[in-house]
């Protein structure tokens, strides 16, 4: 997504050889106009996929992840990274290691949001290692539901995560795919 590409150049930034922080229009303020495009571009590649329903992780994954949601015609849910006074014992859960935080978060959903024989189509504001494309996964199987694919806003395509999704036989379909973060320079892969 071309769009998308410039702003991360515009606006990115390299911490160390494999951090992008872009917090100015994903991870914390959100570029609405533009969000609105990413679920436009992810509804547009699954839409013969008869999804279900939309599942991401909190917090980044949400609005992207809304953004397609809506223009599927279908819910929204997110797996929490902590249980809430709320949350109750009537969940799927699984164990995710946070490439950012370098800490393991428990993802998880409640029972009542995720049925068996949905197609599920799952979105992430980026893929590095894989882990929390993992994590989602699983929380679809246990449900009895189908990983009908996974939409991601910034995939580090250096790392490891492109290879654990399409092990899983997952269709992966990302809007930006970054090759190299060295030396402080962003560079995209050329599809
Ligand atoms: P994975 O589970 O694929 O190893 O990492 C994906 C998760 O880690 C994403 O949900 C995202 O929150 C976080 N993450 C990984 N790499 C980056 C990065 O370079 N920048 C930011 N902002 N988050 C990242």
Same mark, same amino acid.
């Given at each position: 997504?071309?769009?998308?590409?410039?702003?991360?150049?515009?606006?990115?930034?390299?911490?160390?050889?494999?951090?992008?922080?872009?917090?100015?229009?994903?991870?914390?303020?959100?570029?609405?106009?533009?969000?609105? /495009?990413?679920? /436009?571009?992810?509804?547009?590649?699954? /839409?013969?996929?008869?999804?279900?329903?939309?599942?991401?992780?909190?917090?980044?994954?949400?609005?992207?992840? =809304?953004?397609?949601?809506?223009?599927?015609?279908?819910?929204?849910?997110?797996?929490?990274?902590?249980?809430?006074?709320?949350?109750?014992?009537?969940?799927?859960?699984?164990?995710?290691?946070?490439?950012?935080?370098?800490?393991?978060?428990? =993802?998880?959903?409640?029972?009542?949001?995720?049925?068996?024989?949905?197609?599920?189509?799952?979105?992430?504001?980026?893929?590095?290692?894989?882990?929390?494309?993992?994590?989602?996964?699983?929380?679809?199987?246990?449900?009895?539901?189908?990983?009908?694919?996974?939409?991601?806003?910034?995939?580090?395509?250096?790392?490891?995560?492109?290879?654990?999704?399409?092990?899983?036989?997952?269709?992966?379909?990302?809007?930006?795919?970054?090759?190299? =973060?060295?030396?402080? /320079?962003?560079?995209?892969?050329?599809?």
């Amino acid at each position: 997504m071309k769009e998308l590409e410039e702003k991360i150049l515009e606006e990115g930034i390299v911490l160390g050889p494999n951090i992008l922080k872009v917090d100015s229009f994903l991870n914390q303020q959100i570029d609405s106009k533009l969000i609105l /495009k990413m679920g /436009k571009a992810f509804a547009e590649y699954f /839409k013969d996929k008869k999804i279900d329903k939309v599942l991401t992780v909190e917090s980044s994954g949400i609005a992207p992840a =809304l953004a397609t949601a809506t223009e599927l015609g279908v819910k929204c849910v997110f797996a929490r990274k902590q249980q809430s006074l709320t949350t109750g014992d009537n969940v799927y859960h699984s164990s995710v290691y946070s490439f950012t935080k370098e800490v393991t978060n428990e =993802l998880i959903v409640s029972k009542n949001f995720l049925n068996e024989d949905e197609n599920v189509l799952m979105i992430d504001d980026f893929l590095a290692n894989g882990q929390a494309a993992k994590g989602m996964v699983a929380l679809v199987r246990q449900a009895g539901a189908n990983p009908a694919g996974l939409g991601i806003v910034i995939e580090k395509s250096f790392s490891d995560g492109r290879r654990v999704v399409e092990d899983m036989g997952i269709d992966l379909y990302s809007l930006a795919r970054i090759k190299s =973060l060295d030396d402080g /320079k962003i560079e995209f892969v050329e599809e």
